[in-house]
T-cell receptor
Framework: SQQGEEDPQALSIQEGENATMNCSYK?????LQWYRQNSGRGLVHLIL?????REKHSGRLRVTLDTSKKSSSLLITASRAADTASYFC???????????FGAGTILRVKS | EAGVVQSPRYKIIEKKQPVAFWCNPI?????LYWYRQNLGQGPELLIR????????DSQLPKDRFSAERLKGVDSTLKIQPAELGDSAVYLC?????????????FGPGTRLTVL
């Protein structure tokens, strides 16, 4: 079973616009991670936010975490065609030493 | 530094046939994972190894799936016999104690089609 649920399932935007993806989860976590998967390729780790952090930045990526609402968001600013991919949130469980992935958001950036 | 290597990249077999996937993790990574990713879904963990020991195989369908990691490096995942529902991408990942096991490095996967 998958703990995280991403919203929206699919997102289509124009190049240069910002893209926001949301993730909700069910149980206590140690950290939450976002991964990207390009068509036909493996997953690539983007960013990790710990349970005691509220916001984190990495280049054009901004991640927020609200543990009271058990939710996170990933913002990609000034999107590029190369950002077209599936984005997955993955929660690292507080107990069990396991990374659990959501179903992902498909992002399409049109040039 | 070489990434996680998997082979084959694609495999098409008839149902009831056996199939095996191979994974070579990043050098020095003692933790190895096998995931299955169904179409339109995120990866789901099948088994996790710490060196040679399978420490979490609770999601591995043991009636038909088996895995091994001899010498704590390469790993093989086998399905025998394969069923139509086994069609998926099988991903291998590895991580290290240095990163606190927080970041997992994934291979490109093996896309299995069972006819």
């Amino acid at each position: 079973s998958q703990q995280g649920e991403e919203d929206p399932q699919a997102l289509s935007i124009q190049e240069g616009e910002n893209a926001t993806m949301n993730c909700s989860y069910k149980t206590s976590i140690n950290n939450l991670q976002w991964y990207r998967q390009n068509s036909g390729r493996g997953l690539v780790h983007l960013i990790l936010i710990r349970s005691n952090e509220r916001e984190k930045h990495s280049g054009r990526l901004r991640v927020t975490l609200d543990t009271s609402k058990k939710s996170s968001s990933l913002l990609i600013t000034a999107s590029r065609a190369a950002d077209t991919a599936s984005y997955f949130c993955a929660t690292y469980m507080e107990y069990g030493n396991k990374l659990v992935f959501g179903a992902g958001t498909i992002l399409r950036v049109k040039s | 530094e070489a990434g996680v290597v998997q082979s084959p990249r694609y495999k098409i077999i008839e149902k009831k046939q056996p199939v095996a996937f191979w994974c070579n993790p990043i050098s020095g990574h003692n933790t190895l994972y096998w995931y299955r990713q169904n179409l339109g879904q995120g990866p789901e963990l099948l088994i996790r190894y710490e060196n040679e020991e399978a420490v979490d195989d609770s999601q591995l369908p043991k009636d038909r799936f088996s895995a091994e990691r001899l010498k704590g490096v390469d790993s093989t995942l086998k399905i025998q016999p394969a069923e139509l529902g086994d069609s998926a991408v099988y991903l291998c990942a590895s991580s290290s104690l240095i990163s606190g096991y927080n970041e997992q490095f994934f291979g490109p996967g093996t896309r299995l089609t069972v006819l």
